[in-house]
């Protein structure tokens, strides 16, 4: 096809998927949206308002709840190219996203590249269709940065696998269906070459969980603890010992989730040129009246178009068969761009950004100057999870710049 047909089947389907949007999402299903207002999978998934219903079974019948996947495991089967016309579409028409789960971001898009047939059967329709939750279980008390150093073991009895041990930092693990796991199946040599992966239904004899909970008085983590937990084999993804593999894979679906956390996140619903110009004000020629916060949003405006520029050259290079380092920095890039935003919106708002608890009507400014505290704390995790800041720092200096050690 020459670039001029298949420019013109973009500018098609991109009209066809803006017409439908247009046509299906629910004027309460657009942005800004709160942690309550998100739809997450699972056997026991409630619907947060008839809207979320709706907008949730019209994408799910058009497989775009995972629009890449191929149609026999739930998704849509879209190419690369119409996957990301579809996401621009999303976002200029501020639409929520109708599903949220592990089990898209990270585990299906594993599994489409490790798991066995059987397994891809069994599992990634029911996370198309949000019929389970599913949770991360890799950190433990011993092994974070240094993950490797993992000790939950799984022994080998025959037809299952007995499982001992702990992970902490589980998020979600008391509202999870299932857990994907790293297990050391091998005792002694390089840490690395010990590890499989595996799935673990949360029902099963000896699972047990144990919510953390946290400064905020909320809990978002669990320690979740397998005392002699039967794993059928058949839930082994990949090879016995060469868990690591299909561990890191998965890590970088994470943190490319991680790089874009900007979108789909809650949040205030103003901008920061709209607090900056309810909060400071302009002087007589035009100007925001404060000097030093002019200075502050306009090198933010830069750094996240240089972010949106960096993603879709990424992306353009990898449709040429160019390859580039970029994913490998985007996690950093991303994640501290996020935090200084929020820093610039506690600068902009000052005391106003004290409050706390509750909040009021949706788009009315002191209500959601109630998210912005918890919004500036909440962007603290951001160069935790997902793989610290310094980590992914010495990352970027070994395996790019190739510093010595
Ligand atoms: C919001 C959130 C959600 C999470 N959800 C999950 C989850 O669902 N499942 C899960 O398995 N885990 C989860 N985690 C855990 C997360 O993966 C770990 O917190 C992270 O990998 C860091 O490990 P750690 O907490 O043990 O810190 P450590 O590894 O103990 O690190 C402590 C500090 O030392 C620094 N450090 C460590 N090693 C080095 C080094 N080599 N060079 C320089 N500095 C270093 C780190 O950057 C960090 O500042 C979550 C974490 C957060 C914050």
Redesign the pocket.
């Known amino acids: 096809m020459d670039a001029h047909s298949s420019l013109e089947q973009d500018e098609n389907f991109r009209q066809e998927v803006h017409n439908w949007l247009l046509a299906n999402c629910p004027p309460s299903q657009r942005w800004p949206i709160t942690a309550a207002e998100q739809v997450w999978g699972g056997r026991n998934r409630t619907f947060p308002s008839e809207d979320a219903r709706l907008w949730f079974e019209r994408m799910q019948g058009k497989g775009w709840t995972v629009p890449d996947w191929p149609r026999e495991y739930g998704g849509a089967g879209l190419s690369e190219r119409q996957t990301r016309i579809l996401e621009q579409e999303l976002k200029r028409l501020r639409c929520r996203k109708p599903l949220y789960d592990?089990g898209i971001w990270m585990l299906g898009p594993a599994l489409l590249e490790f798991g066995s047939e059987t397994q891809k059967r069994e599992h990634l329709p029911r996370i198309a269709a949000g019929e389970v939750r599913w949770?991360?279980?890799?950190?433990e008390p011993g092994?974070?940065?240094?993950?490797a150093s993992l000790q939950m073991r799984a022994d080998d009895c025959g037809d299952h696998f007995l499982v001992n041990g702990s992970?902490?930092?589980?998020?979600?693990?008391d509202l999870a269906d299932w857990i994907f796991c790293l297990v050391r199946t091998r005792q002694g040599g390089i840490k690395q070459q010990g590890i499989s992966f595996l799935l673990i239904d949360m029902d099963n004899p000896g699972v047990s969980v144990s919510p953390i909970s946290l400064i905020s008085g909320e809990s978002?983590?669990c320690q979740t603890f397998f005392d002699n937990v039967k794993v059928p084999k058949h839930n082994l993804v990949g090879k016995l010992h060469e868990g690591w593999s299909v561990a890191k894979a998965l890590l970088k679906h994470e943190r490319k989730l991680m790089s874009e956390v900007e979108i789909d996140t809650p949040g205030p619903s103003f901008t920061l040129h709209e607090a900056a110009d309810n909060y400071i004000g302009r002087n007589s020629d035009g100007k925001l009246a404060d000097l030093s916060l002019r200075d502050a949003l306009v090198k933010n405006d830069m750094r996240f178009k240089a972010l949106a520029l960096t993603h879709g050259r990424s992306y353009e290079e990898k449709q040429a068969g160019i390859a580039n380092a970029i994913a490998m920095i985007m996690k950093y890039a991303g994640t501290e761009a996020q935090k200084q935003k929020e820093e610039v919106l506690l600068a902009i708002l000052g005391t106003q950004a004290l409050g706390w608890e509750s909040r009021g009507e949706e788009g009315d400014f002191n209500s959601d100057e109630l998210l912005t505290a918890r919004g500036w704390l909440y962007s603290k995790?951001l160069s935790?999870?997902?793989?610290?800041?310094?980590?992914q720092?010495?990352i970027i200096a070994k395996r790019i710049l190739e510093l010595p050690d």
């Open positions: 592990l949770c991360q279980g890799y950190s092994a974070g940065s240094d993950l992970k902490i930092w589980t998020t979600k693990a978002e983590f995790i935790i999870a997902g793989g610290s800041t310094e980590v720092l010495n």
